[in-house]
């Protein structure tokens, strides 16, 4: 079964630059493309990134353009997302989700890793 | 920018039909631009319902169904349930590699 699992949450102060993680288990890794999907404490969901099967093609949301960095290590079934300059209205749930390659669509997700931006 | 609509809450009796849209703050909302819809509990990942306007995916039941209303995409509960009590997101494919979340709608069932 697919397995998304987030790690790399915590407290981080403004400014700061951690780097999420995403293992993923129970399929083809590197034949789907993945995301960063975030939500703020009591907000909705936002589209954070996207990073095609093989890495050939990056897109980012408005919000975190020129911060944020989404890679990912097919040999390591592991999605990343490299956060700089981190400000306070980053601080949210961060979930990976699998894309469904055919109709553009989240079809798993993983269970989220908190990061609190706070001094 | 595009801002992707939704009402921010609904409420539906035990046994009754809600239906909640998705629309654009400018222009309609087609086909094209592959609506999918999501449920979220409280202190839960997301559930994929609804994918490419009216796909249900594995395993979701068929109470719910999803369709183009007017300009809007529409997610449909027929028959809710009190476990259907959550929060619905809808997202649209605006243009290749930029997907948009709408704002959420807490449907209660009551």
């Known amino acids: 079964q697919v397995q998304l699992v987030e790690s790399g949450g915590g407290v981080v102060q403004p400014g700061g630059s951690p780097r999420l993680s995403c293992a993923a288990s129970?399929?083809?890794?590197?034949?789907?493309?993945m995301h960063w999907v975030r939500q703020a404490p009591g907000k909705g969901l936002e589209w954070v990134a996207f990073?095609?099967?093989?890495?050939?093609?990056?897109h980012y949301a408005d919000s975190v353009k020129g911060r944020f960095t989404i890679s990912r290590d097919n040999s390591k079934n592991t999605l990343y997302v490299q956060m700089n300059s981190l400000r306070r209205d980053d601080t949210a749930v961060y979930y990976c989700?699998?894309?469904?390659?055919?109709?553009?669509?989240?079809?798993?997700w993983g269970q989220g890793t908190l990061v609190t931006v706070s001094s | 920018q595009t801002v992707v609509t939704q009402e921010p809450s609904f409420s539906v009796s035990p046994g009754g039909t809600v239906t909640l849209t998705c629309g654009l703050s400018?222009?309609?909302?087609?086909?094209?631009?592959?609506p999918s819809w999501y449920q979220q509990t409280p202190g839960q990942a997301p559930r994929t319902l609804i994918y490419?306007?009216?796909t249900r995916s594995s395993g979701v039941p068929d109470r719910f169904s999803g369709s183009i209303l007017g300009n809007k995409a529409a997610l449909t509960i027929t028959g809710a349930q009190a476990d259907d009590e959550s929060d619905y997101y809808c997202?649209?494919?605006?243009?290749?590699?930029?997907?948009?979340f709408g704002g959420g709608t807490k449907l209660t069932v009551l």
């Open positions: 989700a699998k894309d469904n390659g055919g109709y553009g669509y989240f079809d798993y």
């Open positions: 129970g399929f083809t890794f590197s034949s789907y493309g």
């Open positions: 990073i095609r099967y093989d890495g050939s093609e990056k």
């Open positions: 400018s222009g309609s909302v087609s086909t094209s631009y592959y």
């Open positions: 490419s306007t009216n």
């Open positions: 997202v649209l494919n605006m243009e290749i590699g930029i997907w948009v």
